[in-house]
Nanobody, 124 residues
């Protein structure tokens, strides 16, 4: 099983980036994005089910970030708009194999696989 997160980078405040997470090796029920800023705990950003249209967002990114998936490419995306310096972090994608209740998608311990992380730096 592999999760390959990519397309992080340096962007000015107000700018945008689109992260991708390519998966291989098996199918998953739920994909999540988490982030970890220097000196802070890893926190939930967004999650999506591989089937259906359910998505969940952290309050801090709601209205600015959009999670989506391309089933044919086995890839999940995180479109990040209106970025601000507080969004600076290493972003990780995570995968859950068995079904996960929407109320639990923010719990990082419930994910089975993790990508290597991609750094997003937002300058002011």
């Amino acid at each position: 099983v592999q999760l390959q997160a990519s397309w992080g980078g340096l962007v000015q405040a107000g700018g945008f980036l689109r992260l991708s997470c390519a998966t291989s090796g098996r199918t998953f029920s739920t994909m999540g994005w988490f982030r970890q800023a220097p000196g802070k705990e890893r926190e939930f950003v967004a999650a999506i089910r591989w089937s259906g249209s359910n998505t969940v967002y952290a309050d801090s990114v709601k209205g600015r970030f959009t999670i989506s998936r391309d089933n044919a490419k086995n890839t999940v995306y995180l479109q990040m708009n209106s970025l601000n310096p507080e969004d600076t972090a290493v972003y990780y994608c995570a995968a859950r194999t068995s079904r996960l209740a929407l109320s639990a998608v923010a719990v990082r311990a419930l994910y089975d696989y993790w990508g290597q992380g991609t750094l997003v730096t937002v300058s002011s």
